[in-house]
C-alpha cells in the first residue's frame, strides 16, 4: 500500500528563511516620547506668547547729588537707593545686610536725614542729596567719627561699620547724645553681630562731645 502527503499541505520556499518582524517600541516608550514632543509643541508656543505679553518694567531718570557729585541715571522703577549705590555708582561702603529695614548696614543720609537705603526707592530721590560713608573724609583726614570707631577699637568684622557711623552722624547732628541710653536708643536701629556696642556708643559720645 502507497502513502502521499496531503496535497494541502505547503513548507516554505527551498532556499528560503523565515524572518520575525522587527520588534516595537514598547507601551512605555511609546508613551513617553508622545508625552514630551506634545508637551514641548503645546507649551512652546504658549511661552513666547507669555514671554511677548510681558510688560517691560517702568524706567525713569533720576537727578541727584551723591557725595558732593551730580549723577543723572535712568534706572528701574523699582531700583532702591542701595542698588543704585552698589550697581550703578560702585559705591560699595554701604552694605545689604538683611534687605528689609532690619539691620541698619545700608543707613546714608539723604538731605542730611537718616534712612535706611534698601527700603528707599531711589526714583523717588530726584533733586536730593545723598551722603554715604565714601563721603564723610576730607581727603586723606577721616571724619572724627570715623577716626573715634578707629581709637575705641568699635568694630571686629567691619560689616555693619558704615551704617553704624552714617547712623552715628545722624545721631550727633540730631541732638540725640545727651547720655549713653539716649545714644543706645537713638543708635537701636543698627544691629552688631559682633557685639561691640559698648564702644560703639563710647565713640559716638566722645565725637559728640568734641563737636
Known sequence: MSTTEPSGTVGPPTGTTESSPAPG???????????????????????GEAAAATPQAPRSQ????VNGRRYTVTID???SLLDL????????????????????????????QRVNSCLTL????????????EGLSDGERLHPL???????DAFQCGYCTPGQIMSGVGCITEGHTGSKNEIRE???????RCGCYPKIVRAVEQTARRK
Not at 508622545?34 to 511661552?47: C, E, M, N, Q, R
Not at 577716626?147 to 575705641?152: L, R, T
Not at 537713638?186 to 552688631?192: D, H, L, Q
Open 25 to 47: 517600541p514598547s507601551r512605555r516608550a511609546f508613551i513617553a516620547t508622545t508625552s514630551a514632543v506634545g508637551g514641548v509643541i503645546a507649551v512652546g508656543p504658549l511661552l
Open 62 to 65: 533720576v537727578a541727584l547729588t
Open 77 to 79: 522703577n523699582r531700583t
Open 85 to 112: 549705590l552698589r550697581e550703578h555708582l560702585e559705591l560699595t561702603g554701604s552694605k545689604k545686610g538683611c534687605n528689609a529695614g532690619a539691620c541698619g548696614a545700608c543707613t546714608v543720609l539723604v538731605d542730611g
Open 122 to 133: 531711589a526714583v523717588r530721590l530726584d533733586g536730593a542729596e545723598v551722603t554715604t560713608v
Open 146 to 152: 570715623q577716626q573715634a570707631f578707629i581709637d575705641e
Open 186 to 192: 537713638w543708635m537701636s536701629g543698627n544691629i552688631c
